[in-house]
């Protein structure tokens, strides 16, 4: 669901930059509250994130679909954290692969980091206040995921008759219909990764801070890049099906957004060797993108130890 250059005019591209970097400023602020901003696996489950998203899968009728991962980080990291991350994901995505125009990351970010966040994990929270068996508690997960896609489709929606693009009443049906089926993909994704976290908190494998949660999170990353991410589908995703369905112009008028890294290495002429290189690499940058995003979005003194007296 990553918009490309242009299919936004500049005044719904600026109006959504400005909300989705007030929302990411609001919650790096709230970040600094907490004592430790948890950064091992603040930048594991932002490595994670990355390599999911590179695993396009069918959906059927020559469309595919990829993990938007807000509802993930925010079980993992907290909704506020949960969005820095998924954000980091996004700019990362969008200046070194060129997944996603520049001129619409605010869109991007707004969409997926955002409303996926604070969507899906307000549905699990929900569910926590109740005081639910476990098993519900992981069924909730993931229609809070599902939940969190469709809402991603809307504003996309939204965006794309704002900026005149095609109206609403045609866009806003195909998006739902499309990403209902996809979002079916992200709560399974979702509740796999609620058993597994649940699991691990058992055994207290993912205990605050642990050095070896976050290697074991880098490595699965690095993991899903090198062996899935070439798997991956070549159908358009859900946006760009939709697009080309309902032939409303706005396809064409897609430029070449912004790659500092190519997704077609030169010199290597195996396409899934390619991949696999290109999301090791991006794994690794964003893993070291948010260890320096932890610097940044917490005091000094937070992340000083505490002196015995």
């Known amino acids: ?29 709230k970040s600094q509250s907490s004592e430790t901003l948890g950064w091992r696996r603040f930048a594991a489950t932002s490595a994670g994130i990355f390599a999911a998203q590179l695993f396009n899968f069918s959906v059927g009728g020559g469309t595919s679909g990829h993990l938007l991962g807000g509802t993930i980080a925010a079980m993992l990291l907290g909704p506020w ?23 619409a990351l605010g869109a991007n970010v707004l969409n997926m980091a955002v409303a996926g966040s604070l969507v899906g994990y307000g549905v699990v929270v929900l569910a ?3 005081n639910v068996r476990t098993s519900v508690q992981i069924a909730v997960a993931g229609a809070g995921a599902w939940l969190a ?7 996309c929606s939204l965006e794309l008759a704002l900026a005149g693009a095609t109206s609403l009443n045609r866009v806003l049906p195909a998006m739902l219909s499309v990403h209902a089926v996809i979002g079916l993909g992200e709560a399974l994704a979702t509740m796999t990764v609620a058993m ?4 691990f908190q058992r055994r207290q494998a993912l205990a605050h801070g642990s050095r070896w949660g976050a290697a074991l999170g880098l ?9 899935l991410a070439p ?34 290495l030169s010199g290597i ?24 995003v932890r610097h940044v979005a917490q005091p000094p003194m937070a992340r000083a130890p505490a002196q015995r007296v």
């Open 1 to 29: 669901m990553h918009i490309p250059n242009h299919y936004l005019d500049w005044q719904t591209a600026a109006a959504t930059a400005a909300v989705a970097g007030g929302a990411v400023a609001w919650s790096a602020w």
């Open 81 to 103: 954290r949960g969005m820095l991350s998924v954000a980091l994901v996004l700019v990362v995505q969008c200046l070194m692969f060129g997944d996603g125009g520049w001129q």
């Open 128 to 130: 926590k206040r109740w």
């Open 149 to 155: 896609v469709m809402t991603a489709a809307l504003l």
């Open 196 to 199: 597994l976290a649940l699991q």
């Open 219 to 227: 490595a699965a990353a690095l993991g899903i890049a090198l062996f």
């Open 231 to 264: 798997l991956a589908s070549s159908s358009p995703d859900g946006l760009e099906h939709v697009a080309s369905t309902l032939q409303i112009g706005f396809a064409e008028s897609a430029s070449s957004p912004l790659a500092l890294i190519p997704h077609q």
């Open 269 to 292: 002429s195996s396409e899934a060797l390619q991949k696999a290189l290109c999301g090791a690499i991006g794994v690794l940058v964003v893993f070291c993108a948010a260890l320096v």
